[in-house]
């Protein structure tokens, strides 16, 4: 079953709303969790490092102030897309692995953001 | 950047091996090889991974050539549902790592 669940699986809403997207390590504790962005026809890209307990590490070219990363428990880190607009329509997803130096990363089933 | 190159895609007869490509020519020596599969709208899902051994599981074989320069993934009997993109992913053993992601190999089983 399922490890890393992601919450919700569709968003649509308006130009200027803020979007609050979970991800959760279902029976595991994951004191780092992946946020990535793919749009249609092309692979994963990296967004973000999420780290429980201390600020978000972003990747070159990834605004922090739009995309606010809270990584508050040890099994739950959350992407809030601020004033969102159409070009932050995509589909976000978030991993986490096990603790250990070969542990696979486990995704979540992503969620699609459509900004009208 | 990703490390490794994969065909673009590849067909394959249902109920027959699909055997999946990957050259990482400079892979280091701390570095697994991971592969992961995304069927269409879902994240990806997790298949294997290996360092310098031949591994198997209850999804594939992946089999790693001696100098660990390319390696190749084996569905041994492909079904309908096994038609996704296929990446192969190296990272380095220690430290929680995120995954770098290529353009991977579009897999499309026909009936």
């Known amino acids: 079953g399922a490890v890393v669940s992601q919450h919700p699986s569709r968003v649509i809403c308006k130009s200027g709303t803020s979007v609050k997207i979970e991800c959760r390590s279902l029976?595991?504790?994951?004191?780092?969790m992946f946020w990535y962005r793919q749009f249609p026809k092309k692979s994963l890209m990296l967004m973000a490092t999420?780290?429980?307990?201390?600020?978000?590490?972003?990747e070159q070219g990834v605004e922090k102030d739009k995309f606010l990363i809270n990584h508050a428990s040890l099994t739950l880190s959350t992407l809030t897309v601020t004033s969102a607009h159409p070009e932050d329509s995509s589909f976000y997803i978030c991993?986490?692995?096990?603790?250990?130096?070969?542990?696979?990363?486990?995704f979540g089933d992503g969620t699609r953001l459509s900004i009208l | 950047d990703a490390k490794t190159t994969q065909p673009t895609s590849m067909d394959c007869a249902e109920g027959r091996a699909a055997n999946l490509p990957c050259n990482h020519s400079t892979i280091s020596g701390n570095e697994y090889v991971y592969w992961y599969r995304q069927i269409h709208s879902q994240g990806p899902q997790y298949i294997i991974h290996g360092l310098k051994n031949n591994e198997t599981n209850e999804m594939a074989s992946l089999i790693i050539t001696e100098d660990r320069k390319s390696s190749t993934l084996i569905l041994p009997h492909a079904t309908l549902r096994d038609t996704a993109v296929y990446y192969c992913i190296v990272r380095v053993v220690w430290g929680n790592t995120p995954l770098v992601f290529g353009k991977g190999t579009r897999l499309s089983v026909i009936a």
């Open positions: 029976d595991f504790q994951a004191t780092t």
């Open positions: 999420s780290n429980e307990g201390s600020k978000a590490t972003y």
């Open positions: 991993s986490a692995s096990r603790t250990g130096g070969n542990q696979p990363q486990h």
